[in-house]
Nanobody, 118 residues
Framework: QVQLVESGGGLVQPGGSLRLSCAASRITFSIYTMGWYRQAPGKQRELVATVTRSGSTNYADSVKGRFTISRDNAKNTVQLQMNSLKAEDTAVYYC????????????WGQGTQVTVSS
């Protein structure tokens, strides 16, 4: 069974940093576009950032310049470095994997809570 397991969430003050990590198992990780999504209370899940198998990245406008997504194909992991965090970044963050050649094949992690508050 495919698993995406997130870690690294928590409580941080505004302006602080957190690093999320997602470990994937039982998939051919290198052929998946990996991404992070988030869902705040009462809001729809939204894209945060993605990284393709070749390393091309895409970011939501709201996080450009503050967040950095990266992947390690040797370790089957994807990270999200979040700097200059704001209260509006508070959400459950989900790791996502999408097969690059068959987009209907996709997986979600269970989510990790990020709370930005003083």
């Amino acid at each position: 069974q495919v698993q995406l397991v997130e870690s690294g969430g928590g409580l941080v003050q505004p302006g602080g940093s957190l690093r999320l990590s997602c470990a994937a198992s039982r998939i051919t990780f290198s052929i998946y576009t990996m991404g992070w999504y988030r869902q705040a209370p009462g809001k729809q899940r939204e894209l945060v950032a993605t990284v393709t198998r070749s390393g091309s990245t895409n970011y939501a406008d709201s996080v450009k310049g503050r967040f950095t997504i990266s992947r390690d194909n040797a370790k089957n992991t994807v990270q999200l470095q979040m700097n200059s965090l704001k209260a509006e970044d508070t959400a459950v963050y989900y790791c996502h994997g999408e097969h690059q050649f068959t987009p209907s094949i996709r997986y979600w992690g269970q989510g990790t809570q990020v709370t930005v508050s003083s």
